[in-house]
């Protein structure tokens, strides 16, 4: 079956900018996650969504990020006011609940902020 | 904080040698851990997947380990091919945590 998708593959954006990153997760995956990959910083978690229940948000680096998961299905992530530390790949994984199952992951989104 | 560490960070062996990366982390309560593939420019792909009751987990090639007590996993590679070079990850799911806290990587290079 389909894995999971995001979109677009490459964003190039001017500082200060606003950004808006897009996740398809696996059909009948109830969870969510974005992580962030960078050069300086290895792989980090940013927030996650199981089902209806309030998203948990402690990776957020700061409150220009936010991101929202409508339906239970598709998640967006918006970027406001871009910094070139912003500049990184944004990772989405999904996974059919939590805890027990594995996470499986999209191909990433490739942010450049110039 | 759960801290984990990849050691060797790169790693170069001729073809159809067998090879052992490892992974430490520094906190012991940890729910899984998990073993990704990571090729350039391209996301990560699950390889296995070891719940902490667990001792280890096989498929084809590949075998995980764990120690959860010492903080411990290994993932053995059985007859490396130039198909198998790629960074690999490993990442645990922390005990009431929901995200992975990922290694730094060990960078396999196997040469033809």
């Known amino acids: 079956g389909a894995g999971v998708s995001q979109s677009p593959s490459n964003k190039v954006t001017e500082k200060g900018k606003d950004v808006e990153l897009r996740c398809d997760p696996i059909s009948g995956h109830t969870a969510l996650y974005w992580y962030r990959q960078s050069l300086g910083q290895g792989l980090e978690f940013l927030i996650y969504f199981q089902g209806n229940s309030a998203p948990d948000k402690s990776g957020l680096p700061s409150d220009r990020f936010s991101a929202e998961r409508t339906g239970g299905s598709v998640s967006t992530l918006t970027i406001q006011r871009t910094q070139q530390e912003d500049s990184a790949v944004y990772l989405c994984?999904?996974?059919?609940?939590?805890?027990?199952?594995?996470?499986?992951f999209g191909p990433g989104t490739r942010l450049t902020v110039t | 904080k759960q801290e984990v560490t990849q050691i060797p960070a790169a790693l170069s062996v001729p073809e159809g040698e067998n090879l052992v990366l490892n992974c430490s982390f520094t906190d012991s309560a940890i729910y899984n851990l998990q073993w990704f593939r990571q090729d350039p420019g391209k996301g990560l792909t699950s390889l296995l997947l070891?719940?902490?009751?667990?001792r280890e987990q096989t498929s084809g090639r590949l075998n995980a380990s764990l120690d959860k007590s010492s903080g411990r996993s290994t993932l053995y590679i059985a007859a490396s091919q130039p198909g198998d070079s790629a960074t690999y990850l490993c990442a645990v799911r922390r005990d009431g945590a929901n995200n992975l806290f990922f290694g730094t990587g060990t960078r396999l290079t196997v040469i033809p």
């Open positions: 070891i719940q902490s009751s667990q």
């Open positions: 994984a999904s996974s059919f609940k939590t805890g027990y199952y594995e996470q499986y």
